[in-house]
């Protein structure tokens, strides 16, 4: 069987989480280039998941014109998301793109429109999808043994992106709601089909105005109450005030029953460590005394099992499931500048879209 060959465009975090899940079936896929500015990341990122035989760019527009590739997966900053995605696009090439699928709702919708056109896919990554433990939350609700959901609370919280991009809305299109609300607000617009009916939000307001990161231009807190054409109400929230590691957490409340996950401190083990462990959980600053160190992480946030789908879905020339698709990625972009927008303006906003 002919493998599938990868192009991976960045090779600092993302590309790391994105290279797990391609070392784990390297039988159905062969990463042929690598593209990071930075070259000693690309070597690093091949000798830790074993990728040999691939050529090396240090410039994208390079590697996008002379690799023979049959997916661009674009582990970029959030603001040439959109450059590389329409010259991959343009030739001829499927994408990966990673979240937000741009710093604008313009830039997005171009590239829908770019992949509609020229009749190729774009591959949303939404890791939040494919955790065991979030999908095994839907298995329960779909099953009708808690029946119907009411009420959703969902959040992503950490300290703050490691990333100098992230400082700008110029360079990432906003603050911890972009970054991290993204999730949050994806899930739960793939769970509802996209079908939101109003929403109204407050966020920290950035720069000055923020709790802790004030050297950033975009918000480090924000909350969004959300309600579904099916009458289903969401608080939906994202912060960078977040110190002791990462936070993912999803409660459903419903007709006949509940179901909680949390999804990055919930592990089986827990570690008593008096001079401190090497690594625990995501962005924990400190790994001393007791903590609950991640078994296999990458795996459990839902990287592997995304980019499985992914490779699976490009191999047999379809879209990717509700919720990964471009046009998934889109509706999120807008949902979170309304969410902004409601923030800003303090109002209350209706879809006009659902009701026309
Ligand atoms: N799904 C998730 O949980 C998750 C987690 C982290 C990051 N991300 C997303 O992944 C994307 C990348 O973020 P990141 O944290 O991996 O890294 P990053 O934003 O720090 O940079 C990625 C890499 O791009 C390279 N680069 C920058 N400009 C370049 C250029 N013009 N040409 C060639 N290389 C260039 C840099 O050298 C760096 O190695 C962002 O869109 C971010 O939102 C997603």
Request: proline share 3%; hydrophobic share 40%; aromatic share 8%.
């Amino acid at each position: 069987m002919e493998k599938l060959r990868v192009l991976l465009i960045g090779a600092a975090f993302s590309a790391d989480l994105h290279s797990d899940g391609y070392s784990r079936m390297l039988d159905k896929v062969q990463i042929v280039g690598i593209c990071d500015r930075n070259l000693s990341r690309i070597e690093e990122l091949a000798n830790r998941y074993g990728f040999t035989g691939y050529t090396a760019y240090d410039d994208y527009d390079k590697a996008i014109a002379e690799c023979q590739c049959d997916l661009v997966d674009i582990c970029m900053p959030n603001f040439l998301h959109h450059d590389v995605a329409i010259k991959a696009m343009n030739a001829g090439r499927d994408i990966i793109c990673e979240k937000p699928l741009a710093t604008t709702v313009e830039d997005a919708q171009d590239m829908v429109d770019t992949a509609d056109k020229l009749g190729k896919h774009i591959y949303y990554a939404e890791d939040w999808l494919f955790a065991p433990a979030f999908r095994k939350a839907m298995e329960i609700i779909n099953s009708g043994k808690v029946g119907k959901p009411l009420y959703v609370r969902a959040r992503e919280s950490h300290c703050g992106s490691h990333s100098p991009f992230a400082q700008t809305i110029k360079y990432c299109g906003g603050g911890c709601m972009v970054h991290l609300g993204v999730h949050p607000v994806s899930f739960m617009l793939a769970m509802k089909d996209n079908k939101w009916s109003e929403l109204t939000a407050m966020t920290s307001g950035g720069g000055e105005n923020n709790m802790v990161h004030q050297q950033m231009e975009g918000e480090d807190w924000a909350g969004a109450f959300l309600r579904f054409a099916d009458g289903t109400y969401a608080t939906l929230e994202a912060n960078y005030v977040t110190v002791g590691g990462m936070e993912d957490v999803l409660d459903i409340y419903c007709e006949e029953g509940c179901v909680h996950v949390d999804l990055s401190f919930s592990g089986p083990v827990k570690v008593f460590s008096i001079p401190g462990l090497d690594y625990t959980v995501e962005k924990a600053e400190i790994t001393t005394g007791w903590s609950t160190p991640a078994v296999d992480e990458k795996y459990n946030l839902g990287y592997c099992g995304e980019i499985n789908h992914f490779v699976e879905c490009c191999k047999a020339g379809v879209d990717a499931q509700v919720g990964l698709r471009g046009k998934d990625g889109l509706e999120t972009l807008k949902v979170i500048n309304l969410i902004y927008k409601s923030a800003k303006e303090g109002t209350h906003i209706k879809n006009d879209a659902l009701e026309a």
